[in-house]
């Protein structure tokens, strides 16, 4: 039962069609691991205490740094030079003294994910690096806890959450395995608008929060895309990789170890639409680059494409253009992200991926533009 404190601090969840007091319950009794307290892990524990998730456990090894304080709204300029965990205390316990809070000073290691991980009933990785990513990606795999994931990058930010039953795909089977060092910019040198890890922590919070109540729908199967810049968001859908190292029949990682790279968490890519392409084409000679199988490029294809498998890219160091940017698609956006990340490998950068696909073309433009073979 509820207290008549928490009714009250309460009360406007409890007005919520379809939320009320079971799913408050729910939130008060729920357990999350939280991985970084930085950008991300800031407005996601800052929300997730407000709304009275009972239990949050963080683990982050960082100090303070003065630049952290233009997006990590969970320190204060006099935090400065002090452990991440302790102004998180200060602040989450400051907003909802109920909350019950762990802290641990140590990096998210092959050592203790996996048990630490075990004890949540889900975890929201607010890390910005790839071995982290994997990492908390595998140990939740082998543990079957949902993971809340989330990244950014300059001006642009993704969404989705892994749940590790059968048909859902996992973080592997979009991004194999750690790219090289050096092939992708390593996150000190790459920049990030402040108030990007608001949104989407905020939005990691959100998915956390309607998973533990029971309420609606999590994003799984599906990655959200944000970009600042020209506001807005759009959705690709994830299929589970038959071939995927980890969550598949046959997997080729069968227990967790941790692979260590220095690479900023970079597996997006600037993108545009089909339609955007298109338009882009008429003004400008562009190099485009088609990930498709051979049978569904002679099914019909963008004019001027140039067609390089994906199954045959794993395989190659391709020849192309290192002095243009790079336009690569597939039918609906995956397969061409998945190039992308094969090509950044090659030390490929000026990638941008079609969103939508071949599929994405509105019939009009289509009936233009196609070349129907
Ligand atoms: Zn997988």
């Known amino acids: 039962m509820m207290t008549?404190?928490?009714?009250a601090r309460y009360a406007r969840h409890l007005l919520l069609p379809g939320f009320g007091e079971d799913a408050q319950l729910k939130l008060l009794r729920s357990k999350v691991l939280l991985i970084g307290a930085g950008g991300l892990g800031s407005p996601s524990a800052l929300y997730l205490a407000a709304a009275g998730v009972g239990h949050l456990t963080i683990i982050d090894h960082d100090t303070v740094d003065e630049?952290?304080?233009?997006?990590?709204?969970?320190?204060?300029?006099?935090?400065?030079?002090?452990?991440?965990?302790?102004?998180?205390?200060?602040?989450?316990?400051?907003?909802?003294?109920?909350?019950?809070?762990?802290?641990?000073?140590?990096?998210?290691?092959?050592d203790n994910a996996l048990s630490l991980v075990e004890e949540h009933d889900l975890v929201i990785d607010g890390s910005d690096n790839f071995t982290t990513r994997f990492l908390s990606n595998d140990a939740c795999f082998f543990a079957?806890?949902?993971?809340?994931?989330?990244?950014?990058?300059?001006?642009?930010?993704?969404?989705?959450?892994?749940?590790?039953?059968?048909?859902?795909?996992?973080?592997?089977?979009?991004?194999?395995?750690?790219?090289?060092?050096?092939?992708?910019?390593n996150c000190l040198e790459a920049g990030v608008i402040g108030t990007l890890p608001g949104i989407i922590g905020s939005m990691q919070a959100m998915e956390a929060i309607k998973y533990l109540a029971g309420v609606g729908t999590p994003p799984v199967g599906k990655m959200l895309y944000y970009s600042?810049?020209?506001?807005?968001?759009?959705?690709i859908s994830i299929q589970k990789d038959p071939a995927c190292p980890l969550c598949s029949d046959s997997p080729k990682i069968?227990?967790?170890?941790?692979?260590?790279?220095?690479?900023?968490?970079?597996?997006?890519?600037?993108?545009?639409?089909?339609?955007?392409?298109?338009?882009?084409?008429?003004?400008?000679?562009?190099?485009?680059?088609?990930v498709r199988?051979?049978?569904?490029?002679?099914?019909?294809?963008?004019?001027?494409?140039?067609?390089?498998?994906?199954?045959?890219l794993k395989n190659q160091i391709p020849e192309l253009p290192r002095d243009r940017p790079i336009y690569v698609h597939c039918k609906a956006g995956l397969r061409s992200l998945k190039a992308i990340n094969l090509l950044k490998e090659q030390g490929y950068s000026r990638l941008i991926n079609i969103s939508d696909g071949i599929d994405g073309l509105s019939s009009e433009i289509n009936r233009a533009n196609m070349s129907d073979e």
């Open 144 to 185: 079957r806890v949902p993971l809340v994931y989330g990244s950014i990058f300059q001006f642009e930010g993704q969404l989705t959450m892994f749940d590790y039953r059968d048909e859902s795909p996992c973080y592997r089977c979009l991004v194999p395995a750690v790219p090289d060092d050096g092939a992708v910019p």
């Open 67 to 110: 630049s952290n304080l233009q997006r990590q709204i969970l320190h204060r300029s006099h935090d400065v030079g002090q452990p991440k965990v302790e102004s998180a205390r200060r602040e989450l316990l400051a907003l909802n003294p109920e909350l019950q809070i762990t802290l641990h000073q140590v990096p998210f290691t092959q």
């Open 4 to 7: 008549e404190a928490q009714k």
């Open 293 to 312: 199988e051979p049978a569904e490029f002679a099914q019909h294809r963008l004019p001027g494409s140039q067609l390089l498998p994906l199954s045959t």
């Open 254 to 290: 069968t227990s967790l170890k941790e692979e260590k790279t220095e690479s900023c968490a970079l597996d997006t890519a600037p993108s545009i639409t089909c339609d955007e392409l298109i338009s882009l084409m008429q003004t400008e000679d562009i190099f485009l680059l088609d």
């Open 228 to 235: 600042a810049l020209d506001t807005s968001f759009r959705e």
